[in-house]
């Protein structure tokens, strides 16, 4: 299990970049006119969708060729895999781009963002790495110098330059091609890499499998500006995400414990499954108990701040211009609660390889918002997007906790679950 020490220099990391992040978008929304700034966020959200490709499930892959101590041979293989289906996922974002009628200008925006994230993916396969090497301290400074690059690339364009919205693109994809290099160098002398071709398949199939939900996750967490987009706008997705910038710092810390955890939870499955001693079972337990209640309490904190604090705060730092979309950070709190509650059961499906369920239960999940926001969106406007994010990602909790009864104390993440409900109340 991870010390103590390395969930602090994550989370050390994630704040310092949590405050770089905050900066960023106060910069943006202050430096960008609504309309700019709605057409940037619609056009990240749209590439975001085709995390498939970018990421393609290496997240879990690697880390559980790493607990098999086939680390070297999965870095190669992971490499290999992406360039396959680099091709593929550029023809295939650009195709959907024009389809959807969108813009000139946001087309042109979205080429980059594609870029962008085509770079952002095989850098990430370095952090992986990195993560599973135990070398957390290093992880950390990578986190805060991507953000320190990206509001540095802002400053510079916008401040500096006066440059447009292209060339400020232009820039994010020059940047990545930066956090690129820095990435693989400063990993690969860490660890040596190697092809093995007869490994590739069963890495392609279990990348696959978990790519498959977490596409659907990050789907359901970017639908909402999605169908803002199309049913009433960009500058309908800029003034909605004014207060979902907050919900979505607390992403920050939902990633940090499962760049902390997960490794060491592949371990326990490992040792359990090569050993079935009653030894391996009860660290197993142990940690998932400790992960539940922690991971519960944090959200449930969390939740009580942005409800008791959140609007005076971000009403000083943006100003009257997006006044009336501040009122739905309280929807976005209880979001963010649902999210935390859901950290223990999804780590334990993704170790225990529930892919049919996990991705059925996503599925519905995007799904059911996306009929939620195509019938209230029109009746009720911005706040009917955070409605309808709110019930799917808590039917999904639900269908979450059923899954893992074996493993999770469900009453206990409930009871946290009833407590956040009463609050609000």
């Known amino acids: 299990m991870p010390a103590l020490s390395s969930l602090i220099y994550m989370i050390l990391g994630s704040f ?34 085709f995390s498939f490709f970018f990421d393609f499930g290496f997240k879990n892959s690697i880390l559980k060729c790493s607990s098999e101590n ?40 979205i080429h980059y963002y594609t870029l962008v994230m085509i770079l952002d993916s095989f850098a990430k396969i370095f952090g992986i790495v990195r993560r599973a090497l135990g070398q957390f301290k290093m992880t950390a400074a990578m986190n805060v110098t991507n953000r320190i ?11 500096i330059c006066k440059g447009s919205m292209l060339f400020l693109v232009q820039m994010f994809a020059l940047s990545s091609l930066i956090k690129l290099i820095i990435a ?3 990993t690969l002398r860490l660890t ?51 207060p979902a910038r907050l919900n979505r710092f607390s992403q920050l810390i939902i990633q940090t414990v499962n760049r902390v955890y997960l490794p060491s939870l592949h371990d326990f499955y490992t040792a359990v499954e090569n050993h079935s001693s009653i030894t391996s079972e009860k660290n197993l337990k142990n940690f998932i ?22 609007e005076p705060v971000l009403m000083w730092i943006f100003g009257d211009v997006y006044a009336s979309s501040i009122p739905l950070v309280k929807w976005f709190g209880l979001l963010t609660l649902i999210w935390f509650l859901s950290i223990a059961p999804s780590m334990v499906m993704a170790c225990e390889a529930f892919h049919k369920r996990r991705i059925s239960i996503v599925f519905i999940s995007t799904l059911l918002n996306i009929l939620l926001s195509l019938s209230l969106i029109p009746k009720l406007g911005l706040i009917a997007a955070i409605h309808a994010t709110n019930i799917a990602n808590f039917v999904a909790l639900l269908a979450m906790l059923y899954c ?22």
């Open 184 to 186: 693989a160098l400063t």
């Open 404 to 425: 893992t009864r074996h493993r999770i104390n469900i009453k206990m993440i409930l009871l946290f679950c009833a407590i956040g409900g009463l609050v609000f109340i």
């Open 289 to 310: 108990s400790k992960l539940s209640f922690y991971s519960s309490l944090t959200g449930t904190l969390i939740f009580l701040g942005i409800l008791l604090g959140a």
């Open 149 to 159: 690059l990206r509001l540095l690339v802002i400053f510079i364009v916008l401040v």
């Open 16 to 49: 310092s970049a949590l405050f770089i992040f905050l900066a960023t978008t106060i910069l943006l929304a202050k430096w960008m006119s609504p309309e700019d700034l709605g057409i940037l966020m619609a056009a990240e959200a749209f590439t975001t969708i």
């Open 192 to 242: 040596g890499i190697s092809i093995d071709l007869s490994r590739i398949k069963e890495m392609f199939k279990d990348s696959f499998a978990y790519s498959i939900y977490d596409v659907l996750e990050e789907a359901q967490g970017n639908i909402d500006r999605l169908m803002l987009t199309y049913l009433m706008g960009t500058t309908a997705v800029a003034f909605y995400s004014v």
């Open 70 to 109: 086939r680390l070297e041979s999965a870095i190669g293989n992971a490499i290999l895999i992406k360039l396959s289906i680099v091709i593929p996922v550029v023809a295939l974002t650009y195709l959907t781009a024009y389809l959807s009628h969108f813009e000139a200008e946001m087309i042109e925006v």
